[in-house]
């Protein structure tokens, strides 16, 4: 049976996976991200994939429009971090576990900000991100004019923060910036 340290371990290399993929997306020629998207989309539950493959050499228009230098230049992309993880219940899919982390980078740039829930579940012997939640003011018209809310980016609907009970364990790691409502969540029992 898993534990929050095997999830921790889990979300780590999920984190490392998905961020090498992201570099290699802006790369000039192409073949080495098509090869690691399977390894890259393997951590969530199908059918949801979130790297998409695509040609093996860039278009003339967009080496034209950025310039053979910025596709040339490695890119530093920092992992996602996890905050606090909580382990659960549910009626359907037994214990799982929410990572509260920071959203995925494609910037050099470190943001300590929590605004991401992802809900982790196991399903035949192997991890896999089955929901996950974004707290954004992005809702109806895609505008950012709504107020900030936690929505839900793809997955099952009783996998969101709404239904989240009392968490029946919960590790705190790093405490993030007071983003919003980050420190509130962090803080509370969920």
């Not at 707290?135 to 997955?155: A, R």
Request: glycine fraction near 4%.
């Amino acid at each position: 049976m898993k534990n929050i340290e095997d999830i921790k371990a889990f979300f780590e290399d999920f984190a490392r996976v998905e961020a090498e993929t992201e570099i290699l997306k802006w790369q000039l020629e192409l073949n080495d991200y098509n090869m690691n998207i399977d390894k890259a989309n393997s951590f969530y539950l199908s059918p949801y994939i979130n790297f998409m493959p695509r040609p093996e050499k860039r278009r003339p228009i967009e080496i034209r429009r950025k310039g053979k230098e910025f596709y040339n230049t490695p890119r530093i992309i920092p992992p996602r971090k996890v905050f606090k993880i909580s382990e659960h219940m549910h009626k359907e899919y037994g214990k799982f576990w929410v990572c509260y982390a920071t959203s995925a980078s494609n910037s050099d740039r470190i943001i300590n900000f929590l605004t991401q829930m992802l809900f982790v579940i196991e399903k035949n012997n192997e991890l896999k991100i089955a929901s996950e939640s974004s707290w954004s003011n992005y809702q109806k018209d895609g505008y950012g004019d709504e107020e900030y809310s936690w929505h839900q980016v793809f997955g099952a609907k009783s996998l969101h923060y709404d239904y989240l009970n009392e968490s029946k364990k919960i590790v705190r790691y790093e405490e993030p910036e007071d983003y919003k409502i980050g420190l509130q969540i962090y803080h509370e029992n969920i």
